[in-house]
T-cell receptor, first 113, second 112 residues
Framework: EPEVTQTPSHQVTQMGQEVILRCVPI?????FYWYRQILGQKVEFLVS????????KSEIFDDQFSVERPDGSNFTLKIRSTKLEDSAMYFC???????????FGSGTRLTVV | QKEVEQNSGPLSVPEGAIASLNCTYS??????FFWYRQYSGKSPELIMS????GDKEDGRFTAQLNKASQYVSLLIRDSQPSDSATYLC????????????FGKGTRLSVIA
């Protein structure tokens, strides 16, 4: 069964450092998303991406965040200067069509120290 | 603020019983509704989708949608200990390509 692949599975970084989280969505999917889940809290939307541009972003997705699809297969989330409160599980997801259910990757656990 | 509400639980049911999970949503224009299962430390896994009023069955799972009451539910028949997880209700609010909004989830515990 096709799956969304995320790397790394766990990243520890120092406050103020830049991190890049990587995702390979399912190949025939057109819509890509990043969500995050702080420990014990709900899954929160960060950004959606379609046709090589951001289609929607949440209040969380401020100037410290950016997304890119550099080569037609990878989909990346960059956090420019990490803060302690950025510590969370980050999930990439993709869907064939915007109103269909999303397939989530296994997540990257980001720990900012 | 458009919300998806769930009782956080925990909901405890004995093995073999029916587990009933409920969800309400605030955006009356919502079109697509989903139930995800999330084991501790893992990613959400899609188990059911429903788009029109009524019931939809898939194996031991039945999703129910009532748009007039803005209410979605999930029934799990013959509950097994392996069903113990957090169940997330998720809604695409409005129509078109708006992002999935999740509830906080209901933790289900199936007691052997």
């Amino acid at each position: 069964e096709p799956e969304v692949t995320q790397t790394p599975s766990h990243q520890v970084t120092q406050m103020g450092q830049e991190v890049i989280l990587r995702c390979v969505p399912i190949s025939n999917h057109l819509y890509f998303y990043w969500y995050r889940q702080i420990l014990g809290q709900k899954v929160e939307f960060l950004v959606s991406f379609y046709n090589n541009e951001i289609s929607e972003k949440s209040e969380i997705f401020d100037d410290q965040f950016s997304v890119e699809r550099p080569d037609g297969s990878n989909f990346t989330l960059k956090i420019r200067s990490t803060k302690l409160e950025d510590s969370a599980m980050y999930f990439c997801a993709s869907s064939e069509w915007g109103t269909y259910g999303y397939t989530f990757g296994s997540g990257t656990r980001l720990t900012v120290v | 603020q458009k919300e998806v509400e769930q009782n956080s639980g925990p909901l405890s049911v004995p093995e073999g019983a029916i587990a009933s999970l409920n969800c309400t949503y605030s955006d009356r224009g919502s079109q697509s509704f989903f139930w995800y299962r999330q084991y501790s430390g893992k990613s959400p896994e899609l188990i059911m989708s429903i788009y029109s009023n009524g019931d939809k069955e898939d194996g031991r799972f039945t999703a129910q949608l009532n748009k007039a009451s803005q209410y979605v539910s999930l029934l799990i028949r013959d509950s097994q200990p392996s069903d113990s997880a957090t169940y997330l209700c998720a809604v695409i609010q409005g129509s078109g390509n708006t992002p999935l909004v999740f509830g906080k989830g209901t933790r289900l515990s199936v007691i052997a």
